[in-house]
């Protein structure tokens, strides 16, 4: 049997007061993996500036600026995938939150927009309009690599289990998602959307978060994720800043789909998903 084993690093990160502190900081932080420990490396969502909704206008950078061109030249120096987290795009007049997955060569090989914006406010919780500022990307996103097909959300599109389904159907065996849920919705929901769209679809679910910054005014929940496709929590990390690499066997996903057939029970001639372009 043919051995596919996918390491991935995750790094939840603690912002630094400047955009060029925060570069020197990632840099740091993945230097600290060691040359060939990892096969994909994956930052978290919005570190390119403070996670608010007014503010994300104001560090936006256009697709080739200053941190594409930092995460593109990380990726080659490292020789690695990476899923550069999430920053905010600016494209024209629209600003969006946008995650770039670069090869070992530091080419660009695919782009996430969010699609789905966090627009909540929640009973004696927290109140958060993304669209305030941002606009919604219009596209699912799944990328080929030699170790198999890749899916890729940005935090609130993961509570929409018609996506991950989607890009199951389009081959994903692992699903990637920076994220930053906030101690409200993180205590309550982040283990088990992680677990739950692992079990929906029997693959793996990887999240990435930033570290808790007490003097932030969003609160991150952290706690980073690594789920198999039978829905074990393989790692999880706390609030604090971290890097970890979880080895996902591949292999597992095709058993727990021999052994489970969810997806071959499905009722296609009752109900489908369809991907538009």
């Known amino acids: ?36 420990a990892a096969d994909l490396i994956m930052l978290p969502e919005m570190w390119n500036g403070p996670y608010d909704a007014k503010r994300f206008p104001d560090f936006a950078e256009p697709e080739g600026g200053p941190s594409w061109q930092f995460l593109s ?18 494209d024209g007049e629209r600003v969006y939150n946008t995650a770039y997955v670069f090869d070992p060569d530091g080419n660009q090989i695919s782009r996430h927009r969010k699609m789905h914006l966090f627009d909540i406010d929640v009973s004696g919780g927290q109140r958060f309009f993304e669209s305030e500022t941002l606009s919604a990307g219009n596209r699912a996103t799944v990328f080929s690599t030699p170790f198999c097909e890749i899916g890729l959300c940005i ?8 996506l991950a389904r989607l890009m199951t159907n389009r081959g994903a065996e692992v699903i990637l998602v920076p994220a930053a849920f906030n101690l409200t919705t993180g205590p309550a929901h982040w283990e088990i959307l992680f677990r739950s769209r692992a079990i929906d679809n029997q693959v793996y679910t990887v999240g990435v978060a930033p570290a808790r910054d007490p003097n932030a005014s969003y609160q991150s929940w952290g706690h980073s994720i690594v789920c198999s496709p039978w829905g074990d929590v393989l ?13 996902l066997d591949l292999e597992r996903v095709r058993t727990v789909r021999r052994e489970l057939p969810l997806l071959a029970h499905r009722r296609t001639d009752l109900y489908r998903l369809e991907w538009t372009e």
Do not use: W
């Open 235 to 247: 790692t999880q990390a706390d609030e604090r800043e971290t890097v970890f690499v979880a080895a």
């Open 73 to 90: 030249a990380l990726a080659k120096e490292k020789r690695v995938y990476l899923c550069g987290g999430s920053i905010a795009e600016r």
């Open 1 to 36: 049997m043919q051995n596919r084993i996918l390491r991935v690093a995750c790094v939840q990160l603690l912002q630094k007061p400047t955009l060029t502190e925060t570069h020197a900081h990632i840099r740091e932080l993945v230097g600290s993996i060691p040359d060939g």
């Open 155 to 162: 935090c609130y599109d993961f509570r929409f289990p018609e």
